[in-house]
């Protein structure tokens, strides 16, 4: 319990300060995750679900916390000028944990949808924001679930009202910017009402060249017949560590699609949990990471197919260099009666370098007979005989491997559903293969 | 969990002092309970020289310091370790049998008139006391021979400590060592009795070890341990189980079977298990908590594991194989039924360490009636295993909608030239095929026994010859009242 003293000591010292700068909504269950974090405990590496990520280690350096909520100075738009060519999006930021206020876009949403801080919405209008906050997230089931829900001061709270459906993407950018050591406990509530379309890109960049810590927490409530995007792409650096948390409730017909990218980071682990609440529900679940040095890449992912004729499809892909460490856990529940479900769930690696691990474990828990259910995993090279293909044909060795690997994970940014940023990607991806940080002109936040 | 011990164990112990230790006190059953003086009562009752014993009372330290592992698929009802009793007497116990046929429970009887079983084996067992008049003693006498001849060593684990004490000790706990798991250090603590099969550097067995052990394989006690030793270019092919129920009062069943595998030697290991799987309300039945593991040690070996399993309340194992030799391959081929109340959580590890090995895992599961039936398997390729390729494929069949089917492999690849496949799938019997077979006057009973059988084929087209014809009556046995 050495990492966890240090958080209680803090906790119980601060409380008064943490919850003075955030709303009664989000003060409310503190206490009890407190006392349920108190009892969990970091989760260490004797849990299955945190096999391949020991996250007592990361909590045990000293962070800096900004508890007392001072304004950073920064204008993101300033630094943050790599806009996706060609892609229109609404752009919003959030600087560590804060949403940043000042020159926000106008006229960009329909009315009525909301799009803002989670700590204002909670204050201006409790009641309503009550019924969403941690009603997905558990914080007696995971530590760090726990963990946030006792430190988290604000956030982003969208809200999409019936029937409305949102044409441009949102485009959210996660911003970590410190001088020292930095932790960051972020919070975002997502509520799409029946029958609300949106799409939602999240960018996740670190700004200074400190460590960062940051755990977020995700809860999306998906109504019937809803379609919502959820792509997070995260380009960090080394020295980033985050927890991710995802936890999305669908009803009946709705479809959702998540797609997480790791192009750049440290240590990230994303846990995402979907519940198909709902007949007909959709769910397409996919991955990729691309992973060098010492990166490590941790996806667990669990669907739980509660009612009958919802589908599940997720697709996980893997490039591993140097001595990265991948980790791919994926569980799928069809509960008994959840009769004609179909599901299918892939994972593929390669590793590139004999010192890269991948470690995958894709799981099925079956008590319903009429379904239709299957998973692959496979680990593997690039395949010689195309190599050899293209070098006769004169592409250099190089070449080729890029070649391959670009339309090894082309498959994941295929799903993607809006041109413009599968265009992007391709762009990306390919830089990222080839080597060069993800460098584009005139952005401060990558130089 | 230390006790008290009790005031008979420690006058059997005080015995042991003042007569030596070849005294044969004629103890039916020893005392529930367990505790050191139990595992030196063993020891001493079955003459064991002193390093056995030292190695059984560190297995029991160990054991205590061990705590039963939960993280199972399974609903295990909570076991009291010091409700057994840890050796019964295998000579003494036959007289409680049934004296003829006619008091043998009808029930079994019309399953083994089902499987075609010959009717000395029935007499076998169903517990009476034949062995002396029965026609496979001298069958058995003539292998043995033919066995000696060719320098096969192929006796009970007892005999085999007393004959050739170096062999036993040097590979016993070799492969799973007593520190491996609660279970085996219970069993490598109290182990009863099993056999010893050392097949000597070139030879290769000239028959399955099967027939033979079918009928010895009554009364080798709850913990049984086994252990083959297969030297350079040898090749065996070893039976273990039977496809008869076989009813036993034993509840639990915490085996351990090790091999060892030679450079350029072949050792192909068999299961069909039919332990009493309790009645249809789940009540009773056995607990086959059992840790198999094979090293595959030398160049070029191979070790093949292929296992029906339809009995038990419980199945828990893992036939394994550690892939040490360069260029070594192991198989694994599994058939796992439950039906009923009937819960499995069974599956392989493979283990590759050397260069250019090679793994293969087929496993079939069935799951009828409100049973839990869970693949658990990992394939493991360490740093230095260049060139490693293994190929797992797992299938479900569900039949009723109110059983499980899980799947739950594991792959940790620590090297780049490594090729691992995983695929699963699961689905149920289609009524069209059903419906096909009905149209041809095929009952429906006697139609899911026939694609249940088609479904596990691939698996048992691996079992020696005369096995395979009685393993598939037995899947249809197994399934008996899931349909219909």
């Known amino acids: 319990m050495k990492a966890e003293q240090q958080y209680i000591d803090l906790f119980t010292q601060y409380e008064a300060m943490v919850c003075q700068h955030s709303a009664e909504v989000l003060n409310a269950p503190r206490a009890q995750a407190f006392a349920h974090f108190e009892q969990l405990g970091f989760p260490t590496r004797k849990l299955e679900k945190y096999k391949y990520t020991d996250v007592s280690k990361f909590f045990a350096p000293d962070y800096g916390l900004n508890l007392n909520r001072l304004a950073i100075p920064v204008n993101p738009y300033e630094v943050f000028k790599c806009d996706i060519p060609n892609m229109s999006t609404s752009l919003y930021f959030v600087v560590n944990d804060a949403f940043y206020t000042k020159e926000q876009p106008t006229g960009h949403l329909p009315e009525g949808v909301i799009f803002g801080s989670l700590k204002e919405m909670a204050e201006k209008n409790p009641e309503f924001v009550k019924n969403y906050y941690g009603k997905l997230a558990d914080s007696s089931k995971d530590g760090v679930v726990a963990f946030n829900t006792m430190f988290a001061q604000d956030g982003v709270f969208m809200y999409v009202p019936k029937n409305v459906v949102i044409e441009k993407p949102i485009q959210l950018v996660n911003i970590l910017r410190a001088d020292v050591n930095f932790m960051v406990n972020r919070r975002i509530v997502i509520v799409m009402e029946d029958g609300a379309q949106a799409k939602l890109l999240v960018c996740d960049h670190a700004m200074d060249n400190v460590n960062f810590l940051s755990t977020q927490v995700i809860e999306v409530f998906v109504g019937e017949n809803a379609v919502f995007d959820l792509y997070e792409l995260e380009e960090t650096h080394n020295s980033t560590v985050r927890f991710n948390y995802l936890f999305v409730n669908q009803e009946a017909n709705s479809n959702v699609l998540l797609n997480g990218m790791t192009l750049h980071n440290g240590t990230t682990r994303n846990t995402t949990e979907v519940t198909l609440n709902g007949r007909g529900a959709e769910i397409n679940l996919c991955g990729m990471a691309i992973a060098d040095r010492e990166e490590q890449v941790d996806n667990h992912t669990f669907i739980d197919h509660k009612v009958s004729d919802c589908t599940s499809n997720e697709l996980f892909k893997y490039v591993l260099d140097d001595q990265a460490v991948g980790a791919f856990a994926g569980k799928v529940l069809v509960r008994e009666g959840a009769q004609h479900t179909n599901s299918q769930q892939t994972n593929r690696n390669i590793c590139a370098t004999r010192d890269a691990r991948m470690y995958t474990q894709p799981q099925l828990e079956i008590y319903a007979d009429d379904v239709k259910c299957s998973h692959g995993a496979t680990v593997g090279q690039l395949d010689e005989n195309a190599l050899f293909y293209m070098q006769q044909r004169g592409i250099s060795l190089k070449e080729a491997r890029l070649l391959l690997m670009f339309a090894f994970v082309n498959e994941v940014i295929d799903h993607i559903r809006m041109d413009a940023l599968k265009e992007r990607l391709h762009l990306l991806v390919e830089k990222r293969f080839r080597g060069e940080l993800n460098k584009c002109q005139g952005c401060a936040i990558c130089k | 969990m230390q006790l008290e011990p009790n005031k008979y164990v420690k006058e059997l112990t005080k015995e042991k002092y003042k007569y030596g230790f070849t005294t044969d006190v004629h103890t039916d059953i020893i005392e529930k309970g367990l505790n050191e003086d139990v595992v030196r009562l063993i020891s001493a009752k079955k003459g064991e020289p002193e390093w056995l014993l030292e190695f059984r009372l560190k297995a029991y330290r160990h054991w205590l310091t061990m705590e039963m592992p939960t993280w199972a698929h399974l609903n295990i009802p909570e076991i009291d370790y010091q409700a057994i009793s840890y050796y019964a007497d295998p000579t003494t116990k036959k007289k409680d049998g049934p004296k003829s046929l006619d008091e043998v429970d009808p029930e079994l009887l019309k399953t083994f008139n089902k499987l075609g079983i010959p009717l000395e084996e029935q007499m076998a067992l169903s517990g009476m006391a034949v062995d002396a008049v029965m026609d496979s003693v001298s069958v058995k006498t003539t292998f043995k021979e033919t066995l000696m001849e060719k320098g096969i060593i192929f006796c009970s684990i007892s005999e085999a400590v007393r004959e050739h004490p170096d062999l036993v000790k040097k590979y016993l706990g070799s492969v799973v060592g007593y520190r491996d798991n609660f279970f085996a250090a219970l069993n490598s603590a109290v182990f009863s009795d099993g056999s010893f099969v050392y097949i000597p550097k070139g030879v290769r067995c000239p028959m399955e070890l099967s027939t033979y052990f079918r009928i010895n394989a009554a009364n080798t006690g709850q913990f049984e341990r086994t252990l083959i030793v297969a030297d350079d270019d040898s090749y065996v092919s070893y039976l273990e189980g039977c496809t008869a129920p076989m009813r036993d009062e034993n509840q639990l069943h915490a085996a351990i079977v090790e091999i060892v595998v030679m450079d350029r030697a072949e050792v192909k290991y068999s299961t069909v298990q039919n332990w009493y799987p309790g009645d249809a309300e789940g009540k009773g039945g056995v607990y086959n908590f059992v840790t198999k593991r094979g090293n595959c040690k030398g160049v070029d070996s191979k070790l093949s594991w292929t296992q029906v399993e339809t009995g038990s309340a419980i199945t828990w194992k893992y036939p394994s194989c550690i892939l040490t030799g360069d260029n070594s391959t192991a198989e694994f081929y599994s058939v796992a039924v439950t039906n009923n109340y009937q819960q499995a959580d069974t599956g392989t590890k493979m283990i590759h360490i050397g260069k250019n090995t090679r793994?293969?895992?087929?496993?079939?599961?069935?799951?009828?009636?409100?049973?839990?039936?869970?693949?658990?398997?990992l394939v493991r390729v360490a740093e230095r295993a260049e060139n490693a390729r293994n190929y797992s494929q797992?299938?479900?069949?569900?039949?009723?909608?109110?059983?499980?089917?899980?799947?739950?492999?594991?792959?940790?690849?620590?090297?780049?030239?490594?090729?691992?496949?995983?695929?699963?799938?699961?689905?149920?019997?289609?009524?069209?095929?059903?419906?096909?077979?009905?149209?041809?006057?095929?009952?429906?009973?006697?139609?899911?026994?026939?694609?249940?059988?088609?479904?596990?084929?691939?698996?048992?087209?691996?079992?020696?010859m005369e096995f395979a014809v009685e393993a598939q009556k037995l899947l249809s046995v197994s399934l008996e009242g899931s349909v219909g």
């Open chain 2, 394 to 464: 797992c299938d479900s069949l569900l039949l009723g909608s109110q059983c499980g089917a899980h799947t739950f492999p594991y792959m940790d690849i620590h090297n780049e030239t490594a090729v691992v496949e995983h695929e699963a799938t699961t689905s149920k019997i289609s009524e069209d095929q059903i419906f096909y077979c009905n149209q041809r006057g095929i009952s429906t009973e006697d139609a899911v026994g026939l694609i249940v059988n088609g479904y596990a084929k691939e698996v048992l087209n691996k079992l020696p």
């Open chain 2, 359 to 377: 793994s293969t895992i087929v496993s079939k599961g069935i799951s009828a009636g409100k049973s839990q039936n869970s693949y658990r398997g």
